[in-house]
């Protein structure tokens, strides 16, 4: 079973910045596809980026610009380098691996002065 861990969040300014990690058990999932999705309280879970096996990257419009997903297959982690962050990117951010349903436990982004 392959596990996902998350790690690299916490409290920011606005307009500063944040990397997520998300360290997977196994390589061959980093070089799968890998998404970090977020969920704000009241709100659904929404995707932010994602990364596909041959490195074309998605993301969504409210963070175009500011955010880079990017992975390191030789430590098995995948990263969203978060800047010029706003308050309404305070969420629980999570990493998933869409093929086989798995997702990490989640790591807070708090966006505040």
């Known amino acids: 079973q392959v596990q996902l861990v998350e790690s690299g969040g916490g409290l920011a300014q606005p307009g500063g910045s944040l990397r997520l990690s998300c360290a997977a058990s196994r390589r061959t999932s980093v070089m799968d596809t890998m998404a970090w999705y977020r969920q704000a309280p009241g709100n659904q879970r929404e995707l932010v980026a994602a990364?596909?096996?041959?490195?074309?990257?998605d993301y969504a419009d409210s963070v175009k610009g500011r955010f880079t997903i990017s992975r390191d297959i030789y430590k098995n982690t995948v990263y969203l380098q978060m800047s010029s962050l706003k308050p309404e990117d305070t969420a629980v951010y999570s990493c998933?691996?869409?093929?086989?349903?798995?997702w990490g436990q989640g790591t807070q982004v708090t966006v505040s002065s």
């Open positions: 998933n691996l869409p093929r086989m349903g798995i």
């Open positions: 990364i596909r096996p041959n490195g074309s990257t």
